[in-house]
């Protein structure tokens, strides 16, 4: 009576260390900005800690999103399954990755290397440009796909 049922067992498999290693990611990254903030940012301008900022924030999402989306590919229900054997999801799959990692790359690069001539709208504007771009492109991929597949 003391044991979980089998299928409860295969739902929670892998569970506990990935929660585990999410705390302490989380932990370690709060714990790396405050150090930061506090004995290394003054050395730098703002550009320069907002790329760092985004640099750490790509270093939490890598580590924490590979065993969270194994974990969640392995727990697929069926009807997920049959959306990633349909024409043209996996490619748009891998290219949602793709543009996403350039947005995020090319702002690390703009604030580290290129940002501190300008002000901070100028900035500001590199931004939401570069967010337009990266978000017309995922729609440009995903709205045709939507539209022959989606409800």
Known sequence: MDEEPQY?????????WRISLSILVAVGWLAFLLIWLLFYSSQYPWEKNVAVFLLSLLVLVGILGVPWA???FRKQTLP?????RQKGFQWRFFASI??????????????WALAEP???????AIF??????AGGLAAALWVPWGMKYGP
Do not use: H, R
């Open 8 to 16: 409860m067992k295969n739902e929670s498999e892998g569970l506990a």
């Open 70 to 72: 194994y974990w969640a």
């Open 80 to 84: 997920e399954k049959e959306m990633w």
């Open 98 to 111: 793709l543009i996403g990692l350039s947005f995020i790359l090319f702002l690390i690069y703009w604030f």
């Open 118 to 124: 300008y002000g901070f709208f100028q900035n500001l």
């Open 128 to 133: 939401i440009i570069t967010l337009l771009i």
